[in-house]
């Protein structure tokens, strides 16, 4: 039998309103063995998340200190506001060789790549189309008209980012991309070489 030294890390990175925080919610219920990364950012909490379960919020203060103490693993500024990830939770389950899953922008996955090479395995959470977003982005009632737009622009360009990623999963319905998901995770655990 082969031995398993650490575990990897998935990382999902999609359009702001694509679908990554109710497809990860949903593959961490039908995927076991995963362990959710809780990031932290500087913006404002919304009605629907639970500080600490959804993001650890922060000051921007705050968030500078943990950045200038080394204890971000990535961070980004991404619609004005700062976002990253704890380092210690990340690395205890990798070296207790658990898979981590993480839902970051696109700078941030750059950065687990380069830090992490093969054992970072990257998935683009894609809408079926810019309209499709849209929609989905006024359904949510969390953005103003203007902060709309700029999400959309920002939606472009991060779907550019798309090709250097290892995968690439349409969300057109959450139980078809949670089961494309789950077969990515179950490709990667059985991959016998890394790349």
Known sequence: MVKRTGGRIFVISGPSGGGKTTVV???LAHAP?????VSVTTRPRRSSERDGADYRFV???????????GELLEWAQVHHAWYGTPRQPVERALARGRDVILSIDV???RQVKRRFGARAVLVFLVPPSLRA?????RKRRTETPQALQTRLRAA??????AAWYDYTVVNRR???AVEQLEAIVT???????RR
Do not use: D, I, N, W
């Open 59 to 69: 000051s921007g203060g705050a968030f500078a200190r943990l950045r200038a103490r």
């Open 107 to 109: 700078q941030g996955a």
């Open 33 to 37: 063995g995963l362990v959710r990364s």
């Open 174 to 176: 959450v139980p078809e």
């Open 156 to 161: 472009k360009r991060e779907l550019a980012c």
């Open 25 to 27: 919610e949903a593959l």
């Open 133 to 137: 977003l849209a929609q989905r982005l």
């Open 187 to 193: 490709a990667e655990r059985l991959r016998t070489g």
